[in-house]
């Protein structure tokens, strides 16, 4: 058990909160003047945490808080002697069937090789063919009917549900798979840039366990791989700072499936360490 003072433990929480707010401060910041942002928006909408919430130190298990009150009002923290500590134990059942759904994903995922083909296409399908793209703010680089020949030209290979989901009517059928949210575990593999970001969806899902310093890690690779997938996508964005990765030419899709294998590689430790949260939640 490791033990943290109220100042060791202060610091930590105060350190995270700064990391963390160099995204929350800027998100509040559009909100309150109405502002989108099709980057950014997505990891404060998609996926649900909120900012508050995000911004929140936890310690994980094993650690015993001195001068922290506080905590006890939070889920699953307990006295012990003089200090507060998580309590696994004490956590709701189904944080448990959440840590074995997840568990057997990311190993599953883990197991298998990175697939760098994709070239981030997914994007590009949510839009083909499409009167309505969803960023209907943001001119699209190559003109609808450039889009489509792209769609057309190139293999359409995702094995993520919840990027297949909004690919549109006349896309889905050009895609090498249909993955299906039962299938999940079967089809998921590491160069997918959307398995990558989902570790922040399951490094919250498994709080208060999840170290708070891990999850900041987990959103801020989420951020990364956010403004590749949008950088790769069919939208000109280089008016807000996203110069293009040209997916529809030979040098960009090499410096995609580049980046690519850099992010499977950062993810390969997070996946590890969430996968040592689930076995926290389940011994």
């Given at each position: 058990m490791e033990s943290l003072d109220g100042r060791a433990w202060r610091a930590r929480a105060a350190a995270h909160r700064v990391r963390i707010e160099r995204w929350t401060l800027p998100h509040r910041e559009r909100r309150r003047r109405h502002e989108t942002h099709p980057v950014m928006d997505f990891l404060f909408t998609y996926y649900s945490l909120r900012p508050v919430r995000l911004e929140e130190w936890h310690p994980g298990p094993g650690v015993l808080l001195g001068d922290a009150e506080e905590f006890l009002d939070r889920l699953g923290y307990v006295r012990d002697g003089d200090g507060v500590r998580l309590d696994v134990a004490a956590l709701p059942e189904r944080i448990a069937g959440t840590a074995s759904f997840v568990r057997a994903l990311l190993v599953a995922t883990a197991s298998r090789p990175a697939r760098l083909g994709c070239f981030g296409l997914h994007e590009w399908a949510m839009?083909?063919?499409?009167?309505?793209?969803?960023?209907?703010?943001?001119?699209?680089?190559?003109?609808?009917?450039?889009?489509?020949?792209?769609?057309?030209?190139?293999?359409?290979?995702c094995t993520h549900h919840d990027a297949f989901r909004f690919f549109t009517a006349a896309a889905r059928p050009l895609n090498a798979l249909t993955p299906e949210r039962e299938d999940q575990v079967a089809h998921e593999q590491p160069g997918c840039l959307h398995a990558t970001m989902d570790l922040y969806k399951w490094?919250?899902?498994?709080?208060?366990?999840?170290?708070?310093?891990?999850?900041?890690?987990c959103f801020a690779l989420a951020v990364d791989v956010r403004e590749l997938d949008m950088r790769a996508s069919p939208y000109d964005l280089a008016d807000l700072g996203y110069p293009p990765v040209a997916i529809e030419t030979p040098a960009g899709r090499a410096e995609y499936a580049r980046a690519q294998a850099g992010f499977a590689g950062r993810a390969a430790p997070l996946r590890s360490h969430l996968v040592a949260v689930c076995d926290e939640l389940l011994a």
């Amino acid at each position: 058990m490791e033990s943290l003072d109220g100042r060791a433990w202060r610091a930590r929480a105060a350190a995270h909160r700064v990391r963390i707010e160099r995204w929350t401060l800027p998100h509040r910041e559009r909100r309150r003047r109405h502002e989108t942002h099709p980057v950014m928006d997505f990891l404060f909408t998609y996926y649900s945490l909120r900012p508050v919430r995000l911004e929140e130190w936890h310690p994980g298990p094993g650690v015993l808080l001195g001068d922290a009150e506080e905590f006890l009002d939070r889920l699953g923290y307990v006295r012990d002697g003089d200090g507060v500590r998580l309590d696994v134990a004490a956590l709701p059942e189904r944080i448990a069937g959440t840590a074995s759904f997840v568990r057997a994903l990311l190993v599953a995922t883990a197991s298998r090789p990175a697939r760098l083909g994709c070239f981030g296409l997914h994007e590009w399908a949510m839009v083909y063919r499409s009167d309505a793209p969803r960023h209907d703010a943001v001119p699209l680089r190559l003109g609808a009917a450039g889009t489509d020949a792209v769609v057309e030209q190139l293999p359409v290979h995702c094995t993520h549900h919840d990027a297949f989901r909004f690919f549109t009517a006349a896309a889905r059928p050009l895609n090498a798979l249909t993955p299906e949210r039962e299938d999940q575990v079967a089809h998921e593999q590491p160069g997918c840039l959307h398995a990558t970001m989902d570790l922040y969806k399951w490094a919250y899902k498994l709080a208060p366990v999840t170290p708070s310093e891990l999850l900041a890690d987990c959103f801020a690779l989420a951020v990364d791989v956010r403004e590749l997938d949008m950088r790769a996508s069919p939208y000109d964005l280089a008016d807000l700072g996203y110069p293009p990765v040209a997916i529809e030419t030979p040098a960009g899709r090499a410096e995609y499936a580049r980046a690519q294998a850099g992010f499977a590689g950062r993810a390969a430790p997070l996946r590890s360490h969430l996968v040592a949260v689930c076995d926290e939640l389940l011994a």
